[in-house]
């Protein structure tokens, strides 16, 4: 009888201690924004995991009159010789776009934002940032 007394009461802690929220672990997402232009909001996260990072950038068109709106993340090695890059590209106003990579190049992270026109021609260039 105490065997199956210990064995429910194991049951239960385990059950316990897996219905825990997510939020209870510690996380290691970085987030991050990107230095807008008018009518482009951008930002994005970083998880560091090893040898790599996981990198996600994101971009809303938020006016009217920008048709195109973009935001690039490039991933260096330590020397910046050698990178990644992940961009984000939406076309029309109040649309979002998020893309993801993961890259070995994990010394130092540069972002941008940027609009465009309807021929094709880059409206306006955001301000370089170093997430790190």
Same mark, same amino acid.
């Given at each position: 009888?105490?065997?199956?007394?210990?064995?429910?009461?194991?049951?239960?802690?385990?059950?316990?201690?897996?219905?825990? $929220?997510?939020?209870?672990?510690?996380?290691?997402?970085?987030? +991050?924004?990107? $230095?807008? =232009?008018?009518?482009?909001?951008?930002?994005?996260? &970083?998880?560091?995991?090893?040898?790599?990072?996981?990198?996600? =950038?994101?971009?809303?068109?938020?006016? $009217?009159?920008?048709?195109?709106?973009?935001?690039?993340?490039?991933? +260096?090695?330590?020397? &910046?010789?050698? *990178?990644?890059?992940?961009?984000?590209?939406?076309? @029309?106003?109040? *649309?979002?776009?998020?893309?993801?990579?993961?890259?070995? &190049?994990?010394? *130092?992270? =540069?972002?941008?934002?940027?609009?465009?026109? #309807?021929? @094709?021609?880059?409206?306006?260039?955001? #301000?370089?940032?170093?997430?790190?």
């Amino acid at each position: 009888m105490l065997r199956r007394i210990s064995v429910a009461a194991s049951c239960g802690a385990m059950v316990a201690l897996s219905a825990l $929220p997510a939020s209870a672990a510690t996380s290691s997402i970085h987030v +991050f924004s990107i $230095p807008g =232009v008018y009518g482009v909001r951008a930002w994005g996260t &970083y998880d560091e995991t090893g040898i790599r990072v996981r990198i996600t =950038v994101c971009v809303e068109d938020t006016a $009217p009159s920008v048709y195109g709106a973009a935001a690039v993340g490039l991933a +260096f090695d330590s020397s &910046y010789r050698h *990178h990644d890059n992940v961009g984000a590209v939406t076309i @029309g106003y109040d *649309h979002t776009r998020c893309r993801v990579m993961s890259t070995r &190049y994990t010394s *130092h992270l =540069v972002v941008e934002a940027l609009s465009g026109s #309807k021929n @094709g021609k880059v409206r306006q260039r955001g #301000k370089l940032r170093q997430i790190y």
